[in-house]
């Protein structure tokens, strides 16, 4: 075997090992971007512990055959084209949709969501916009807490009220 099938015999094997691992996968077509957008992506993507990569559409079409499974049966010769990066999230499901959500408002035509497996299922574009704009969930904690708390103060605030309104009362 020569030294070129070699090596893409091993990056095929990095991305299908990624592939499998990832909690999602977020394919993005990336060319308007510079280098300075691109490092300052990467970085935030690293912040948040996901993987940002750029593979060769050949590669990931192979290592996305070799999972068993209908979830990447749409990485073809059809979705697959130009020049596309993959954002592979592993804790967070939605970290990588929401960081490049916000990239893509804030840069608006120069990077566009192509599809994504997240968790097991396939998404399209409209469907990542839409994970995306879910919110954290410590944002959902937060706001769980925040709604349970309120009737508990109001309950202490009517009864300071009352407790108010009768020493009132009785002091004249």
């Known amino acids: ?98 960081i490049l959500k916000k990239f893509m408002d804030k840069n608006p035509k120069k990077i566009t969501l192509k599809m994504g497996v997240v968790e097991g299922e396939f998404y399209n574009e409209e469907k990542i916009v839409a994970l995306a704009e879910i919110p954290s969930r410590e944002e959902l904690i937060a706001k769980l807490l925040g709604s349970l708390k309120a009737p508990m103060s109001n309950f202490v605030y009517l009864l300071d009220a009352i407790a108010k309104k009768q020493d009132e009362a009785t002091e004249a």
């Not at 979705?79 to 993959?86: F, K, S, T």
């Open 1 to 98: 075997m020569s030294k070129a099938i070699e090596m893409k015999s091993a990056v095929v094997f990095e991305i299908a090992e990624k592939l499998e691992k990832a909690a999602s996968v977020i394919v993005v077509d990336y060319k308007g971007l510079t280098v300075e957008q691109v490092t300052e992506l990467r970085s935030q993507m690293r912040e948040a512990g996901v993987d940002y990569k750029v593979y060769k559409n050949t590669l990931v079409r192979r290592a996305a055959s070799s999972i068993e499974g209908d979830a990447f049966a749409n990485f073809n010769d059809e979705l697959l084209v130009g020049p596309n990066a993959i954002a592979f999230g592993y804790e967070d499901p939605v970290a990588p949709a929401r």
